[in-house]
């Protein structure tokens, strides 16, 4: 356990739906990053906040996610009008600025019927 | 998408030998990690080097990086089957320092008791 909590593990929906996850990282963490994960490749970056500001955003952060970190705590990842490719796990990690470990929680699985 | 690419793609071995992993990659970095991650679980980190640096230990592992050739492998000595997961080197890059870490697609290291 690396003290970066996500909710819920597991989500199943049905395409078209929208679903929201939920990250809690290490509280002293001002950065907090969430990557999405494919069965079998490594992790990529969609986007990263430092403290609320929400600093960077990856092409693959389409218009359908979004990203909020409203005070500098907890973060939630949305994604509307889900589509099959959008299943995947979704990782989000903390850490300090200027420290280069990340501290991952376990990811959302999200999948996509 | 993906920098890293890391060789092999699986990896056999018996309990106590040694594996090695390779990792390389394509742009100017300041760091690069290595990550482990169990089936379905989160990343966990294990250990960074920096572009100044040549070796690291830590423990049982042995880390290389040669930035001439933008490659770096991880040695994991006298393996034990609790070794057995996914490895994953990720670089951090100058041009996008500080604001994520970009992986490689995984070397899935199993060793048989």
């Known amino acids: 356990d690396t003290g970066v909590s996500q909710d819920p593990r597991h989500k199943i929906t049905k395409r078209g739906q929208n679903v929201t996850f939920r990250c809690d990282p290490i509280s002293e963490h001002n950065r907090l990053y969430w990557y999405r994960q494919t069965l079998g490749q490594g992790p990529e970056f969609l986007t990263y906040f430092q403290n609320e500001a929400q600093l960077e955003k990856s092409r693959l952060l389409s218009d359908r996610f979004s990203a909020e970190r409203p005070k500098g705590s907890f973060s939630t990842l949305e994604i509307q009008r889900t589509e099959q490719g959008d299943s995947a796990m979704y990782l989000c990690?903390?850490?300090?600025?200027?420290?280069?470990?990340?501290?991952f929680g376990p990811g959302t699985r999200l999948t996509v019927l | 998408s993906q920098q890293g690419e890391e060789d092999p793609q699986a990896l056999s071995i018996q309990e106590g030998e040694n594996a090695t992993m390779n990792c390389s990659y394509k742009t100017s970095i300041n760091n690069l990690q290595w990550y482990r991650q169990n089936s379905g679980r989160g990343l966990v980190h294990l250990i960074l080097?920096?572009?100044?640096?040549r070796e690291k230990h830590s423990g049982r592992l042995r880390v290389t990086l040669d930035t001439s050739k933008k490659s770096s492998s991880l040695l994991i000595t006298a393996s034990r089957a609790a070794d057995t997961a996914s490895y994953f080197c990720a670089t951090d890059q100058i041009e996008t320092s500080g604001s994520r870490l970009t992986f490689g697609e995984g070397t899935q290291l199993t060793v048989n008791p």
């Open positions: 080097i920096r572009s100044n640096e």
């Open positions: 990690a903390s850490n300090l600025a200027l420290r280069n470990e990340q501290f």
